[in-house]
């Protein structure tokens, strides 16, 4: 592919954009249809009981009711609300645990009943008309603890006591004797918190079924062609008769709807058919935190072998998450911790063992970083401390180790790129590494630190789950292109950058491309928007459609032009012969042409994508007042190997949203329960999320080690941002005060209590 | 079950209509609280009695020493205002980290203090300065420090069914007099403190003539560090008569533990340095 | 429940609606008159989504009585700028990469708005104090900053002119 791009690379207008800063733009939560009725959810107030009695004849009988839904009346087909029941590859099965109601609940803000009505404050009073009789049963909330025999079982489970899904087991050389060979081994355990996603619009969706049964949801999912089967199959329909479609846009996702929206998708629907009337379901923010995935909890176990020199020859990490009541996607994020936590650095042996428990707190499922975040804090964290024992610095130890293109991994695919070092090189200038130690007086109470970390993700859920995308283009008779993709933009800039290159490919101007997405009705089968994906693979599919696309247009205008498909090329939409000068004709003319005698160009993308590490380096400085313990983060860089910036402010977008993401995660950002297994951090003013008050400079560095696999070099952005940002700063604070945390997040009470017991 | 909303053009209009309901109508002024109160079910009112149309009381004006603060004031408006900057810039200080700028062109000074929490920023900041309300009702108008204008957490003297509070009126800082407040919280916006104190303190050469520290939340109200302040008081200014004063405030204060906002050991420790910072930024202000 | 008169100017438009004394001005806004470019992402007064500006201050639309409204001048995005007249903030918002999911954009702009309605050469901490009250999952801040930074400039620009 030529390297002088004319729209790929560069920063266009955003497809988006205008209508967003226009406040033209429309989400679920926009939506308003003729008759449409408001749903609202009665949930659990306790963390595990059985329904005995469930009375809502009260709540009928309240006018402007339309219908009362709960598990009496509503199908009982299992499923799970993360889109992995779409991605599992036998002979893995993926795990059904749940209900749209149940009899049991198993989580405080679990489902119980939802009604129907016409105002919202009619459907709010009906909810406290239904008598419910609950006999509560015993609960367990930590999954060390889920783990022990004499705890409750939420669930029937085949691999171990509350363990959903199958045990991960990686490995790699052989372990017992890389540790033998090792002049030191270290051993340490990290606690993670619960993070939340906290995106700005709650989980939601509007559900309509015509009067020959078919049925139309527009939701907030971030793949509606997966979740269009989760309901289908829940509610006995063809996949062809149910139409899945973000409205169009999201506000945000951060991996909380891979599948369905929380529950608002069955909800909606089964009130729908129940009350044959469009249906609303909005969670509020409260709602929004006590019952829809969060990132998962856990521990994580990081057992390193290394000699005197520094080089690592074993490493194992062993992690425990906490799954919460339900599955999501708790088969699979401890699998993502310990690959990517195993392959940033090169070792010969290595070992991952790892699962996730059930207990009766709030489901946790897939948020940015999907693992990663929690798995490379703790290892980034045990790389300064043997950096520290060896007397290395910490940009040395890592350089001796990082992953090259080349070496094995444990990762089923060749590491065929990387721009680590590179981003190593350029954050460290960024930050003035050098300055790192030279920062404090002794009698300062206000001290400074420097701290690194990397990382690597993926750019793709292949090979661990089912990936693959599916794309059209379609040359319209004027020679303009319209791009129809299954992929949702929840703010990402999808749609933008897959326009590029579908006009990068085709030869056209940007603005000759019309875009269809995020619609089951009208686009192919595409897995959606997780796993920093959509470029990459969605990417591909789009590339592959328009090169399809374009070979049609090249035979039927070689045919014209009387020369060969080969010699022909295509320039802002001018098709030309690279061997004679004369011979050349526009696209619109070639499309017209075969029109007219009936024919149109439509290009097929049908990929199974590879996949791509990208890779990052993250600086932070920070100042910590050893007073009162409050760390702030003065400064953080992060430089990332991105393959290929299709759109470099978008690519910096994504970058430093993870930052702020990350640095909330680091210092302030942790869902807490009571003894009674109540979320006490559950809405924006609990939840200590980052203000613009809170985030400091941040510099984002492009390096672009292009991959052969993605399309024009790319690889994944999504997620990177935060992979790296919680051990970059515990590593900054331990430079300021000699103090190494094993948990986060470094809350001002944490860190104070261990700046007094180092007194 | 609301029925009504007034909006009150003038004082005597706002005591009819309160009247008029007999105890079913509640005074609100930016309302903030009181509409969520109102959907989350933890109020009941027939009227919401709306003043902050009333024009006199949108005013802060300097009269005879004294600032006084109308009940329709907004945290944003005392903020921003020359005559607190100058005179009681702790206030400034107090109002202007309040929740979020949204919150603050709403939610009125006056309101902080009715609302009566334990650490509401514009409160804590009042009673260092000696703050006075103004109540005014059908029998006519009273005067009530600060200090007693709280019952209980969350509970006010004022009852907003048959008083209103109209204003709130405190000294000036004069000449050799200094102020500070300083406050931690869990991010820099949106955010309750962990704590919060307030000094005002005045200086003749070196020596303290008097000092009002107060402190929140560490009691069920803003809470008078009364023997730090006995401890200073007629004694010469010096880091260490500050470090002590710092040790007696904290044991006087009885933080509980918040899950969510800090353990009282936590709570206590910090107190002790926010205590001394304060106290130090007044010294520098009053010099 | 009694409904009230409520009249009041919205977008420079006469409006006169009747309301119920427990609704808000976002229910209003929103539900009644469909002007949905102001979103709602908390109903608390807790992440700046519904911020409209009311009488030239910004405020949190979803904790605001209705009533409170009456006389007052109110100013939704959807007043600010059309799309071949763009509000400069609108255009800095677009061209700085200040907008991902665009959920918190409207609020966004009319924090910053009422800003830059009296002041065309705010320090970043003026800034990052106006918008501290909302919440952006998406872009960390920076790009919004720098958005509202070079609108004061094309707006000062303008007015230099």
Redesign the interface.
């Known amino acids: 592919m030529k390297k002088d791009y004319t729209v790929v690379g560069k920063n266009i207008r955003k497809l988006d954009a205008l209508e967003k800063a226009m406040g033209a733009a429309t989400f679920t939560t926009d939506i308003k249809l003729p008759g449409m009725l408001y749903g609202k959810v009665l949930r659990s107030p306790y963390p595990h009981a059985r329904i005995v009695k469930i009375d809502t004849s009260k709540a009928e009988a309240l006018p402007g009711v339309k219908a009362v839904a709960t598990y009496l009346n509503t199908p009982r087909v299992k499923f799970n609300t993360s889109a992995t029941s779409t991605f599992t590859i036998p002979p893995l099965q993926p795990v059904e645990d749940q209900y749209i109601f149940d009899s049991v609940v198993r989580y405080v803000g679990d489902e119980v009943a939802a009604v129907a009505a016409t105002s919202k404050k009619v459907a709010e009073e009906a909810l406290e008309l239904i008598e419910v009789e609950y006999e509560l049963l015993p609960t367990v909330f930590d999954p060390l603890e889920a783990m022990k025999e004499d705890a409750p079982s939420l669930h029937h489970c085949e691999a171990g006591k509350n363990v959903p899904g199958e045990k991960i087991h990686i490995e790699m050389g052989d372990i017992e004797l890389g540790f033998a060979e090792a002049d030191n081994v270290f051993e340490h355990t990290f606690k993670l918190p619960v993070q939340k996603q906290a995106q700005m619009e709650t989980q939601a969706a509007v559900a309509q079924v015509s009067v020959d049964g078919k049925v139309t949801v527009w939701s907030t999912t971030q793949t509606p062609h997966p979740s269009r089967r989760i309901l289908a199959t829940i509610f006995g329909l063809p996949y062809s008769k149910v139409r899945v479609l973000n409205p169009p846009y999201i506000g945000g996702g951060f991996g909380v709807r891979i599948g369905l929206s929380a529950k608002a998708e069955p909800i909606a629907l089964a009130l729908a058919m129940l009350a044959k009337q469009p249906v609303k379901v909005v969670y509020d923010r409260k709602e929004d935190f006590i019952a829809s995935d969060t990132r998962h909890s856990g521990y994580v176990t990081v057992k390193t072998g290394v000699k005197k020199d520094g080089t690592f020859t074993a490493r194992k990490i062993v992690g425990i998450l906490n799954s919460g009541a339900y599955c999501s996607w708790s088969a699979e994020a401890p699998g993502v911790l310990g690959a990517m936590g195993l392959s940033i650095y090169y070792c010969p042996n290595q070992m991952y063992d790892g699962h996730s428990v059930y207990t009766n707190t709030t489901p946790a499922g897939a948020m940015r970083g999907f693992g990663n975040p929690q798995g490379m804090f703790a290892v980034d964290s045990q790389v300064d401390i043997i950096a520290e024992a060896l007397r290395m610095d910490p940009m040395e130890i890592r350089r001796k180790n990082i992953m090259r293109p080349g070496l094995p991994w444990v990762l089923p695919y060749p590491c065929q790129s990387s721009g680590l070092e590179e981003c190593m090189d350029l954050g460290a200038k960024a930050i003035v590494w050098d300055q790192r130690g030279k920062q404090n007086q002794d009698r300062d109470t206000i001290r400074r630190g420097i701290g690194m970390a990397i990382g690597t993700h993926v750019s793709n859920a292949w090979p661990f789950c089912g990936d693959y995308s599916n794309a059209y283009v379609t040359v319209q008779q004027d020679g303009s292109i319209q791009v129809a993709s299954g992929v949702p933009d929840m703010g990402t800039g999808t749609i933008t950058t897959l326009s590029q290159m579908a006009a990068e490919v085709m030869g056209i101007a940007f603005e000759q491309v019309g875009i269809t997405f995020a619609d089951t009705e009208s686009t192919p089968f595409e897995i959606g928007s997780h796993a920093s994906r959509t470029c990459y693979a969605s990417g591909t599919a789009v590339v592959a459609a328009a090169q399809d696309a374009k070979k049609q247009v090249f035979e039927y205008a070689a045919n014209m032009l009387e020369v060969t498909p080969g010699e022909l090329d295509i320039e802002n939409g001018i098709i030309y012969s690279t061997l004679t000068q004369e011979k050349s004709i526009s696209l619109g003319q070639v499309a017209m042409e075969a029109h007219l005698r009936g024919q149109q160009f439509i290009g097929v993308g049908r990929i199974i994508p590879q996949n791509a590490p990208p890779y990052l380096a993250h600086f932070a400085e920070v100042e910590v007042d050893t007073?009162?313990?409050?760390v702030r983060v003065t400064k953080m860089v992060a430089a990332h190997d991105v393959g290929k910036a299709i759109h470099p402010l978008i690519v910096e977008g994504q970058l430093e949203g993870g930052l702020a993401m990350g640095i909330g995660y680091a210092l302030?950002e942790e869902i807490?329960y009571?003894d009674r297994g109540r979320q006490?951090?559950n809405g924006?003013?609990?939840y200590?999320l980052?203000?613009?008050?809170?985030i400091p400079e941040l510099e984002a560095i492009i390096v672009e080690a292009e991959d052969p696999t993605g399309p024009f070099g790319a690889k994944g952005v999504g997620e990177t941002g935060l992979v790296a940002t919680a051990a970059a700063i515990a590593n900054a604070v331990y430079d300021a005060i000699g103090i190494r945390f094993f948990e986060i997040p470094l809350?001002?009470?944490r860190v104070?209590?261990a700046l007094?017991e180092c007194k | 079950?609301?029925?009504?909303?007034v909006?009150a053009t003038s004082i005597e209009e706002a005591l009819v209509c309160l009247k008029t309901y007999a105890g079913q109508a509640r005074v609100?002024a930016g309302?903030?609280d009181?509409?969520?109160d109102?959907?989350a079910k933890k109020m009941t009112t027939s009227?919401?009695l709306?003043i902050?149309?009333v024009k006199e009381l949108k005013k802060i004006e300097s009269m005879d020493g004294q600032i006084v603060i109308g009940a329709a004031v907004t945290h944003?408006e005392v903020k921003n205002s020359d005559l607190i900057r100058t005179k009681a810039p702790l206030l400034a200080e107090a109002s202007g980290s309040v929740?979020?700028?949204?919150?603050r062109?709403?939610a009125t000074v006056v309101g902080n203090v009715v609302n009566a929490q334990p650490a509401a920023d514009a409160a804590v900041a009042l009673m260092a300065l000696g703050a006075v309300v103004e109540i005014t009702e059908d029998a006519g108008t009273s005067y009530v420090p600060i200090e007693e204008m709280y019952l209980g957490v969350g509970q006010s003297k004022v009852d907003p069914t048959k008083q209103i509070v109209t204003s709130i009126r405190f000294p000036a800082l004069l000449p050799g007099q200094g102020s500070a407040f300083v406050r931690?919280a869990?991010?820099?916006?949106?955010?309750?403190p962990?704590l919060n104190v307030a000094v005002v303190l005045s200086l003749c050469e070196d020596k303290v003539e008097w000092v009002r520290i107060v402190m929140a939340p560490v009691a069920p109200k803003p809470l008078r560090a009364l023997d730090a302040e006995t401890h200073l008081q007629g004694a010469v200014i010096n880091d260490e008569l500050i470090a002590k004063a710092a040790k007696l405030a904290v044991s006087e204060a009885t933080p509980r533990d918040s899950?969510?906002r800090?353990?009282a050991e936590?709570r206590k420790?910090?107190l002790e340095?926010?205590v001394r910072r304060a106290l130090q930024q007044a010294v520098t202000a009053a010099r | 429940?009694?409904k009230?008169i409520l009249k009041f100017k919205l977008n420079g438009e006469l409006m006169e609606l009747l309301v119920?004394?427990?609704d808000?001005l976002v229910d209003v806004v929103r539900d009644q008159l469909g002007l949905t470019g102001t979103k709602k992402g908390c109903?608390?007064?807790?992440c700046?989504a519904c911020?409209v500006i009311m009488n030239g201050?910004?405020?949190?639309s979803c904790?605001?009585?209705a009533?409170?409204a009456?006389d007052a001048e109110v100013e939704t995005i959807e007043g600010i700028g059309t799309s071949d007249k763009m509000h400069p903030l609108q255009e800095t918002f677009i061209d700085y990469g200040a907008i991902q999911c665009g959920f918190c954009t409207p609020g966004m702009i009319m924090?910053a708005k009422a800003l830059l309605d009296g002041n065309l050469s705010p320090s970043r901490l003026q800034i990052?104090?106006?918008i501290?009250?909302?919440?952006c999952r998406c872009t960390g801040y920076v790009k919004i900053e720098q958005a509202v930074l070079a609108a004061a400039d094309k707006l000062k620009a303008t007015k230099d002119k």
């Open positions: 007073e009162t313990g409050k302030s807490k009571d006490l951090n924006f003013h609990k200590m980052p203000t613009a008050m809170d809350t001002e009470e104070y209590r007094k | 079950m609301l029925k009504d909303y909006l609100i309302g903030t009181a509409m969520l109102l959907s009227c919401l709306d902050t149309k944003s929740g979020s700028l949204q919150i062109n709403t931690l869990q991010r820099g916006a949106l955010a309750l962990m899950a969510l800090g353990s936590y420790g910090v340095v926010l | 429940m009694q009230k119920s004394p427990s808000t109903g608390k007064g807790e700046g911020t201050q910004s405020v949190n904790i605001v009585p009533m409170q009456m924090s990052k104090e106006t501290a009250g909302n919440i």
